[in-house]
């Protein structure tokens, strides 16, 4: 008899049928007298009027889906050429997206298969005639939720009738999971309040008074400048939009995403990866330790804390988006300020060597100081820039300039600057204090950044792995590091070397990101947070990005070489990665994602949802 499995991707789990994996994948079966909410096959959704009475409980706010271009799909019987002109000018704008119940973030996981979605040229969106506008992973109602009632009603109904629930805020996710074909949409996107507690102390709790901020689940990092203009009150607009603008005011730091597009709510699921902060202040990795209201999958509304509910707590912090029930609103610790120093540089390999070498030579040579640097508190990013093979790198460091400093960085760059025959800084932004607050950094450095590379709109495939810091502790684990990230980086570009039609070209194909709890090591089992997450000195990414005119082989053969692209680190014994980063195909997940706490992660769901209604 098999166990409930804990997390598996929505989208592999509703859409298998129609997507041929890209690998063999075993996919574990519920065990027996488990209720299933999660198969599409032989399912009918409830009657007419069951819907229609949850639309009166709503008073009129269920909204019946179809996806966002079915209005320029010209044989469509929802063809508007007006409101087709709406899309096409916003179709990769990440703002209208994540206002649009049916929108997603990356057009590949609004489809059900590689050919069955209804998405535009990415490049120069158009009308489409003579093509099918297929449903794909779009939900087929959505309610906009006001809060925690709200919230519990839908789940109740849901269970009661046997309809799978999909969550959405912004639809920012690389496995799919804000959306399922046959569902209901719970859209907690306006859900926005955002409140700075001066003396906050978690409910049942005896703890001493902490300023927090309280952060409701559709609050996001920024808001669109059309959402800016349409509150003329700047008051309001802090108190109810912008996360970060609010820092701002209150002269206040927190620890959250770096990428504008994520609630702030969301990565209470996904464990932040921008760690500047907790790093220096010996401070938990997700900061979350205040508290978060939640509604589980028996409808009930919680306060969860480390007095209340404090297994649900553990969990639900980095334990998987969408197993452990509605998130309504999470507390945070808010934190002194600080000024952020910062250094960028793009470098450009001499053409007339061999790239291979140098492109490995590179890797190591940051390699070489990346636990001094992660372990002084300073973040490390890199980018690689290809068409068949790596043109450019780009590299970032940032750190909390009152805690850390620039020294720590100085020989690499005597390094690099001692191999300018083999290496030319194109760019060169550095300085000590090059933003005067984290707010800043964030809005005008690194989630511009992260946006310019994001191809909203398009399609993409990720997968990655975590990199230890016992694996550059000597010359030749670096080296053999290097070797097999480079090794990597050629198989994600192969598929671009003869430049298909349709697939973005050069594009990056491979990031690595340095920003990983190192300071929080002993307090690794405090969240259900992968472990490896705590170990790791370097997270790396391949990725994958086309559009509409790629041919179904192509979209194959990338998705597989995305896929394939961790072999090489995987050879080295490399296991795990940041669940929400990795692959939405990863065969071996929970060791991958959760670790050694899977189990106990597993014993909790079946504890708070015995029925297996929250399977994702």
């Not at 720590?408 to 760059?413: A, D, N, Q, R």
Request: one cysteine or more; aromatic letters at 10%.
């Amino acid at each position: 008899m098999s166990s409930v499995p804990l997390f598996l991707p929505l989208f592999v789990v509703l859409c298998f049928c129609a997507r041929t994996f890209p690998h063999t994948t075993t996919v574990e079966t519920p065990r027996a007298g488990i209720q299933s909410y999660h198969s599409v096959q032989g399912y009918s959704l409830p009657s007419t009027s069951a819907w229609a009475a949850l639309n009166d409980t709503f008073g009129g706010r269920l909204q019946e889906l179809r996806p966002w271009a079915a209005v320029c799909y010209v044989d469509d019987p929802l063809y508007d050429s007006v409101k087709c002109q709406s899309v096409l000018s916003n179709y990769t704008n990440d703002n209208v997206r994540e206002d649009i119940p049916s929108a997603l973030l990356w057009a590949n996981w609004e489809s059900c298969g590689f050919d069955k979605g209804c998405a535009l040229n990415y490049s120069n969106p158009q009308p489409v005639s003579g093509e099918t506008c297929h449903q794909g992973t779009t939900p087929t109602y959505s309610i906009a939720i006001s809060g925690a009632e709200d919230a519990s009603i839908v789940v109740k109904w849901a269970t009661a009738h046997n309809v799978k629930l999909t969550i959405k805020n912004t639809g920012h996710d690389y496995q799919g999971r804000s959306s399922g074909p046959s569902s209901l949409q719970v859209l907690t996107h306006h859900l926005k309040s955002i409140a700075y507690v001066t003396d906050f102390v978690p409910q049942g709790s005896s703890a001493a008074p902490v300023p927090a901020l309280k952060i409701s689940a559709g609050a996001q990092l920024e808001e669109s400048k059309q959402q800016v203009s349409n509150h003329t009150c700047l008051y309001a607009l802090l108190i109810h939009y912008l996360v970060y603008a609010v820092l701002e005011v209150n002269n206040i730091s927190a620890v959250l995403g770096g990428c504008l597009t994520v609630g702030a709510g969301e990565w209470l699921h996904l464990v932040v990866l921008l760690i500047m902060l907790c790093s220096i202040l010996n401070r938990q990795a997700d900061l979350s330790r205040e508290g978060g209201m939640i509604v589980t999958a028996d409808g009930v509304f919680r306060t969860i804390n480390s007095v209340q509910d404090p297994d649900l707590f553990w969990a639900v912090r980095g334990g998987g988006a969408g197993s452990w029930g509605i998130i309504i609103s999470i507390t945070l610790a808010a934190l002194p300020p600080t000024a952020i120093g910062g250094s960028s540089l793009i470098i450009e390999p001499n053409a007339t060597q061999n790239l291979q070498t140098l492109g490995v030579g590179f890797l190591a040579l940051v390699g070489k100081y990346q636990n001094q640097i992660i372990n002084s508190g300073i973040t490390t990013t890199m980018g690689f820039l290809g068409g068949g093979y790596i043109a450019a790198y780009g590299v970032s460091f940032l750190w909390p300039a009152e805690h850390a400093s620039i020294s720590v960085l100085y020989p690499l760059f005597d390094e690099l600057r001692a191999l300018s025959s083999n290496y030319t800084i194109l760019s060169n932004i550095t300085q000590e204090s090059l933003y005067p607050s984290l707010a800043t950094a964030i809005l005008e450095g690194v989630g511009p950044q992260d946006d310019s590379l994001a191809l909203y709109g398009g399609s993409t495939e990720i997968a990655s792995r975590f990199v230890p810091q016992s694996m550059f502790e000597s010359p030749e684990s670096v080296q053999s590091v290097a070797e097999a990230i480079w090794e990597g980086l050629q198989i994600a570009t192969a598929p671009l070397a003869d430049y298909p039609d349709g697939v973005f070209n050069p594009q990056v194909s491979g990031f690595i990101m340095g920003e990983m709890p190192i300071a929080m090591r002993d307090r690794v089992n405090e969240t259900a947070a992968n472990p490896g997450f705590f170990d790791a000195a370097w997270e790396v990414v391949y990725l994958g990005s086309w559009t509409v005119g790629t041919s179904q082989s192509t979209r194959r053969l990338l998705t597989q070489a995305v896929y394939n692209a961790t072999g090489p680190l995987k050879a080295l014994g490399l296991t795990s990665t940041y669940q929400n980063e990795g692959s939405a195909w990863e065969m071996n997940w929970q060791e991958a994602f959760f670790g050694y706490k899977y189990d106990r992660s597993l014993q909790i769901k079946e504890k708070y949802d015995p029925t297996n209604w929250g399977r994702v």
